[in-house]
């Protein structure tokens, strides 16, 4: 059974750090693309960034370029985004998910969340001014 786990959130700070962990079991992650997004209330689930097996490259929103990274663990099956200088438009629940079609992020993931799957329970960011 294939399960992502989301953890790490937290309430934070504007200016402040936080790091996320997105913990695969049941497939590889080198097979998918692995996404990290996140929905804050009353909006759209929204893609942050997005890790491309195929090649090794990353794709990130504007709002988070220079803030965010992601990164790949293959051998804790982890899948980390570490945020830096917060901003508390950055609150949200963030997700990670694999796209089942690709292992190639590009530049356009933001807009085919419905090949994604597998979405995890979410983990709660806030950031306070």
């Known amino acids: 059974q294939v399960q992502f786990v989301e953890s790490g959130g937290g309430s934070v700070q504007s200016g402040g750090s936080l790091r996320l962990s997105c913990a695969a079991s049941g497939l590889t992650l080198n097979d998918y693309a692995i996404g990290w997004f996140r929905q804050a209330p009353g909006r759209e689930r929204e893609g942050v960034s997005c890790?491309?097996?195929?090649?090794?490259?990353?794709s990130y929103a504007d709002s988070v370029k220079g803030r965010f990274t992601i990164s790949r663990d293959n051998a804790k099956s982890t899948v980390t985004l570490q945020m830096n200088s917060l901003k508390p438009e950055d609150t949200a629940v963030y997700y990670c998910a694999a796209n089942l079609m690709r292992r190639f992020c590009g530049d356009s993931y933001n807009q085919r969340l419905h090949e994604f799957s597998y979405w995890g329970q979410g983990t709660q960011v806030t950031v306070s001014s």
């Open positions: 890790f491309s097996p195929s090649d090794g490259s990353t």
